[in-house]
């Protein structure tokens, strides 16, 4: 049981360069979401989609883009690249939405842009 | 603007020793509140969640406790081992719609010495 598995794991930009982080689930959850991770900073929701063929901004959403490919895909674009998004990039799923459903996080994508 | 505020930003403790973790929000309307454990370069990953009912909790050798009057909560630690140095996040959701609705700590970076 993979859980949620993103991809890639590392990656080194260039400003203006664009990259798309990738995120799957096997749990069969309705919710995803794309989070930074910043020192010193929790963790901020990007953009998140609460069931398949829905998407919604979160707190940052400003230079991504977000496509929710099927029920088990959520993919995060920067189209642009800015070293103020190098970062550790989350997916995470959830069953049952966030007020009462368990949270799963992967692995972690940490991007820099240079 | 809902915050959530961990307290201390850092610990180191002997192996063995015991140890608790603060956490004070004001997050509104509250829905339940969560620990995670994040493993350096994982992902976090759930320990406990409490709702408003509850006032203690407890996974294994770790107890998290609730006081949603005061709204503080705390997560110890007992009989400490090498594998909890960990960074410990505490997450508050709020009782409305879903999505951008967790709000996240800073985290308390725990080191377990020999």
């Known amino acids: 049981n993979a859980g949620v598995t993103q991809t890639p794991k590392f990656q080194v930009l260039k400003t203006g360069q664009s990259m798309t982080l990738q995120c799957a689930q096997d749990m069969n959850h309705n919710s995803m979401y794309w989070y930074r991770q910043d020192p010193g900073m929790g963790l901020r929701l990007i953009y998140y989609?609460?069931?398949?063929?829905?998407?919604d901004k979160g707190e940052v959403p400003n230079g991504y883009n977000v496509s929710r490919l099927n029920k088990r895909e959520f993919s995060l674009r920067l189209e642009s690249a800015a070293p103020s998004q190098t970062s550790v990039y989350f997916c995470?799923?959830?069953?049952?939405?966030?007020?009462?459903?368990?949270?799963?996080f992967g692995e972690g994508s940490r991007l820099t842009v240079l | 603007k809902n915050q959530v505020e961990q307290s201390p930003q850092s610990l180191i403790i002997l192996e063995g020793k015991n140890c608790t973790l603060q956490c004070n929000y004001t997050v509104s309307p509250f829905s339940n509140l969560r620990w995670y454990k994040q493993d350096t370069g994982r992902g976090p990953v759930s320990l406990t969640i409490?709702?408003?009912?509850?006032n203690t909790k407890s996974n294994g050798r770790y107890t998290a406790t609730l006081d949603a009057d005061t709204k503080q909560s705390s997560l110890h630690i007992t009989a400490s081992q090498l594998s909890d140095s960990a960074s410990y996040i505490c997450v508050v959701s709020e009782g409305n719609n879903a999505g951008n609705m967790l709000t996240f700590g800073g985290g308390t970076r725990l080191m377990v010495k020999p």
């Open positions: 989609s609460a069931s398949e063929g829905t998407t």
């Open positions: 409490m709702t408003f009912s509850e």
């Open positions: 995470a799923s959830s069953g049952f939405g966030l007020s009462t459903g368990e949270l799963f």
